[in-house]
T-cell receptor
Framework: EAQVTQNPRYLITVTGKKLTVTCSQN?????MSWYRQDPGLGLRQIYY???????DKGDVPEGYKVSRKEKRNFPLILESPSPNQTSLYFC??????????????FGDGTRLSIL | AQKVTQAQTEISVVEKEDVTLDCVYE???????LFWYKQPPSGELVFLIR??????QNEISGRYSWNFQKSTSSFNFTITASQVVDSAVYFC??????????FGDGTTLTVKP
């Protein structure tokens, strides 16, 4: 089944404790992206990647890191999480490298609570 | 910078009513791509439709229809004869284009029986 898989689905942690949210897609998609969803703010793009070893900042990259060492994986790293990073996170992938003209396929979301 | 505005934060209708969700966008790109996604109460994001900037043909798919007007920078979405299962948050999005993607804040649609 074609899908984007995020783990964990839920996480409660404390300020400053490094965490990684994994994202993997099995559709051989070139483009991958991370978003955060907060009430009333829609989805805001954190980082995106148009190819292996190619990543770039979205609109809200502060406090996050990503890597794209393999085509299928695009982990989101919070080196020192803070309470303002409490949010619902979505990973997405798309067929074309730029994402252009192709719908994004989303994971089921990861709900992070940082105390 | 690009921007997507969904002015309607919440809409409530009674089943079988028609409802239109508005989307206005801003971009400096001459070629761009617009999308609508649905997020039902279960939380997943589901792709509904895409439009290219050079394709202003409107589309009807079952109870759904879309009206893309470049002159007014709008890409509105209409549900005809709404059903309770249409209750969801609907997002209009611009891009990705060269990687950047911008979503509107979403419109929460509640369809009451």
């Amino acid at each position: 089944e074609a899908q984007v898989t995020q783990n964990p689905r839920y996480l409660i942690t404390v300020t400053g404790k490094k965490l990684t949210v994994t994202c993997s897609q099995n559709m051989n998609h070139e483009y991958m992206s991370w978003y955060r969803q907060d009430p009333g703010l829609g989805l805001r793009q954190i980082y995106y990647s148009m190819n292996v070893e190619v990543t770039d900042k979205g609109d809200v990259p502060e406090g996050y890191k990503v890597s794209r060492k393999e085509k299928r994986n695009f982990p989101l790293i919070l080196e020192s999480p803070s309470p303002n990073q409490t949010s619902l996170y979505f990973c997405a992938s798309s067929l074309s490298a730029t994402g252009a003209n192709q719908p994004q396929h989303f994971g089921d979301g990861t709900r992070l609570s940082i105390l | 910078a690009q921007k997507v505005t969904q002015a309607q934060t919440e809409i409530s209708v009674v089943e079988k009513e028609d409802v239109t969700l508005d989307c206005v966008y801003e971009t400096r790109d001459t070629t761009y791509y617009l999308f609508w996604y649905k997020q039902p109460p279960s939380g997943e994001l589901v792709f509904l439709i895409r439009r290219n900037s050079f394709d202003e043909q409107n589309e009807i798919s079952g109870r759904y229809s879309w009206n893309f007007q470049k002159s007014t920078s709008s890409f509105n979405f209409t549900i005809t004869a709404s059903q309770v299962v249409d209750s969801a948050v609907y997002f209009c999005a611009l891009g990705p284009n060269a990687g950047k993607s911008t979503f509107g804040d979403g419109t929460t649609l509640t369809v009451k029986p």
